[in-house]
């Protein structure tokens, strides 16, 4: 740039029109190039700046849906161990044909009265929408996926809630119907409770049809909300992960 001032100077002390103007455009062109440069240089540093905020928002969320995943499959596994006691106690009820135990009778009732629970974070996503982060999200297939998240996560809660309301609801019934032993604090400490076979009185419960469609009621509803959370949550989450798992690698290229 310096010699082409010189060179322009110069020509203009001697006068050749034709050569000043020359160097003027060429100098003019120069100028307007380094201003491109520098404004593209600006833009990438504001692109690659918030290249980076996005991969760091993406392996957050990766973060938090590993997690998510984690207790869907911890619910789901969970739901998986009462389904056995539950339909033992289900298929006993109207004729105790395994000659349930006192003690039997109870760990079946405290496996099926068992409430079930999801607990699931959303603390990173919840920021991100609502500090507006989540424009920072490129992928629009990923920006629907996370938008309905929450809203499955909050239906799924509602929705756990209102069986452990029936659950407590039928053990309220059920209990109320026949007043069991006090068996944590060993009321009857010459009892051999596994042993023991049920008095009629205590057997009348696995006869009543109230008690028999509670049991019925709660053995298939567990297996739905398992059904459910594979379905519901688990799906997505896993397409979120590998959608996350793809667009980091991407992106960090």
Known sequence: MSLLRKTRFQSL???????????????????T??????????????YQGKLDKEIVLLEQLQIEFVKAESMIVFAINEL???DAPRFKLYKNCGNNQDELTEF??????VATFT??????????????????????IQNEKLRTQLSDWEGRVKRMEYRILKVNERIANYYTDSF?????????????????????????????ILYSLRFENHIGDVFFQGR????LLSSYLMEPVKEILNILEKEIELKSL
């Open 176 to 204: 109320n119907y026949l007043s069991y032993r006090d068996i944590d604090h060993k009321s009857y400490p010459d009892l051999d409770l596994q042993n023991s076979v049920l008095s009629h009185n205590e057997l009348d």
């Open 115 to 136: 409430f079930m629970t999801l607990t699931i974070s959303n603390g990173v996503l919840h920021d991100a929408i609502n500090s507006g982060k989540f424009t920072l």
């Open 13 to 31: 002390f001697e006068g050749d029109a034709k050569k000043l103007s020359m160097f003027m455009l060429a100098e003019l062109v120069l100028i």
């Open 224 to 227: 739905a909300m398992k059904n």
């Open 104 to 109: 039997e009778l109870l760990e079946l009732n």
């Open 80 to 82: 998986d161990s009462l």
């Open 33 to 46: 190039l380094g201003m491109s440069i520098a404004l593209q240089f600006d833009q990438w540093k504001e």
